[in-house]
Antibody, heavy 117, light 110 residues
Framework: EVQLVQSGAELKKPGESLKISCKGS????????ITWVRQMPGKGLEWMGS????????RYSPSFQGQVTISADKSINTAYLQWSGLRASDTAIYFC????????????WGQGTLVTV | QSALTQPASVSGSPGQSITISCTGT?????????VSWYQQHPGKAPKLMIY???LRPLGVSNRFAGSKSGNTASLTISGLQAEDEADYYC??????????FGGGTRLTVL
């Protein structure tokens, strides 16, 4: 069974740094993309960016380029989303998702990580 | 990069059919048929319902159908059931090698 397990909820102060994680199991983690999606309180889904785990090739939405860093460590089947200086507007639930059927879709999702700034 | 345009809400009675539209530009959809649809119940992670415009993943009911014409994709749900009440989001692979979601549609089953 494919599973993505995300790290727990975080409560941070403005200006602090943060790195949240997404650990995959049940499939060959290194040969697929991992995508991060933001959902602000009461709002819709926003595609932030994706990383190809095998070679760490990344793609960012123009809205998030320079604001976050997406990375992956294939040796431990884990992807990351990090901030160097959080803002109150970063308060949201962050989902990771993988693309097994095709790079263009999100077919398995993590449970979400609530970040409160 | 603006979100794809979806109606904010749609509603229907049990047994009826509804259609949710998803409109973008030619750049939003590129030259690909990589439109997908996601269902999200409150407090839950999204779930893939349709991919590559009209394909259903294993386990998704055939009451869900997708289509696309020009720069508008559509999700049709037939034989509405109470459990279909949720938020629905379209997503497309763009011509700049990125992806974009629609703003989301709240489906209410009356």
């Amino acid at each position: 069974e494919v599973q993505l397990v995300q790290s727990g909820a975080e409560l941070k102060k403005p200006g602090e740094s943060l790195k949240i994680s997404c650990k995959g199991s049940g499939y060959t983690f290194s040969i697929h993309w991992i995508t991060w999606v933001r959902q602000m309180p009461g709002k819709g889904l926003e595609w932030m960016g994706s990383v190809y785990v095998g070679d760490s090739d990344t793609r960012y939405s123009p809205s998030f380029q320079g604001q976050v860093t997406i990375s992956a460590d294939k040796s431990i089947n884990t992807a990351y989303l990090q901030w160097s200086g959080l803002r109150a507007s970063d308060t949201a639930i962050y989902f990771c998702a993988t693309s097994i059927l095709s790079p263009a879709i999100l077919d398995n999702w993590g449970q979400g990580t609530l970040v409160t700034v | 990069q603006s979100a794809l345009t979806q109606p904010a809400s749609v509603s229907g009675s049990p047994g009826q059919s509804i259609t949710i539209s998803c409109t973008g530009t030619s750049s939003d959809f590129g030259d690909y048929d990589y439109v997908s649809w996601y269902q999200q119940h409150p407090g839950k992670a999204p779930k893939l319902m349709i991919y590559d415009v009209s394909l259903r993943p294993l386990g998704v009911s055939n009451r869900f159908a997708g289509s696309k014409s020009g720069n508008t994709a559509s999700l049709t749900i037939s034989g509405l059931q109470a459990e279909d009440e949720a938020d629905y989001y379209c997503n497309s692979y763009t011509d700049t090698d990125t992806r974009v979601f629609g703003g989301g549609t709240r489906l209410t089953v009356l």
